[in-house]
């Protein structure tokens, strides 16, 4: 079964970047999945950060990181990257990153089967 093992976040200063990382762990491919991240602040619903698409060509951002966030990935790497820009302290949260495994190569997912450990961002001075 896939396992996704994430890396990165912690405490920044509002108007820092902070870089996810999310792979896959040894043995397994997410050349098979879109993937995404997805955000839990506290008191508040999960929601959807970003996707991207099996073949990274197509790409999806909730509006409350809009033009501020960059997924990436490398599928040579087995590797899923969300880059963070001008942080707010509305920020703040526990990111996941989640996987669908899907034959469609060209379009986000839609039901996110696989979910990484969660790492907490914290946004503050």
């Known amino acids: 079964q896939l396992m996704l093992v994430q890396s990165g976040g912690g405490l920044v200063q509002p108007g820092g970047s902070l870089r996810l990382t999310c792979a896959a762990s040894?043995?397994?491919?997410?050349?098979?999945?879109?993937m995404a991240w997805f955000r839990q602040a506290p008191g508040k619903e999960r929601e959807l950060v970003s996707c991207?698409?099996?073949?990274?060509?197509?790409?999806r951002y909730g509006d409350s990181m809009k033009g501020r966030v960059t997924i990436s990935r490398d599928n040579a790497k087995d590797t899923v990257y969300l880059q963070m820009n001008s942080l707010k302290s509305e920020d703040t949260g526990v990111y996941y990153c989640?996987?669908?495994?899907?034959?469609?190569?060209?379009?986000?997912?839609?039901?996110?089967?696989?979910w990484g450990q969660g790492t907490q961002v914290t946004v503050s001075s």
């Open positions: 989640a996987a669908d495994f899907t034959y469609d190569r060209a379009r986000c997912g839609d039901e996110y089967d696989y």
């Open positions: 040894a043995g397994f491919t997410v050349d098979y999945y879109a």
């Open positions: 991207i698409s099996r073949d990274g060509g197509h790409t």
